[in-house]
């Protein structure tokens, strides 16, 4: 089991930047890959940024790439999605979650293990 909890959300300024942290617990993320997901009021979930945990590419929505970057923190059981220049259609709860598929990949039924969530609104 792996336990996944979220944090860094907040209210924000069109324009601004936040972090989002991904901490996991119990069996950490050990070879897993990892996704970023969002979920507005009324629209599916939707995958942000996921990657592979031992690999260096990465994949991003369009709608956010070059404004926001998935990465693995210091700590073996950290994940961070930096997120800059902020837009209001960027409001959603974010999740990360995890699988030990050995692929990156963007749909929501392939990750097994999902955090509670973290809302982030961008104001205009």
């Known amino acids: 089991q792996v336990q996944l909890v979220e944090s860094g959300g907040g209210l924000v300024q069109a324009g601004d930047s936040l972090r989002l942290s991904c901490t996991a617990s119990g069996r950490t993320f050990n070879g897993a890959s990892l996704g970023w997901f969002r979920q507005a009021p009324g629209r599916e979930r939707q995958c942000v940024a996921a990657f592979m945990l031992s690999g260096t590419s990465a994949y991003y929505l369009d709608s956010v790439k070059g404004r926001f970057t998935i990465a693995r923190g210091n700590a073996e059981n950290m994940v961070y999605l930096q997120m800059n220049s902020l837009k209001p259609d960027d409001t959603a709860v974010y999740y990360c979650?995890?699988?030990?598929?050995?692929?990156?990949?963007?749909?929501?039924?392939?990750?097994?293990?999902w955090g509670q969530g973290t809302q982030v609104t961008v104001s205009s």
């Open positions: 979650a995890t699988t030990t598929i050995g692929l990156i990949t963007v749909r929501a039924q392939d990750y097994e293990y």
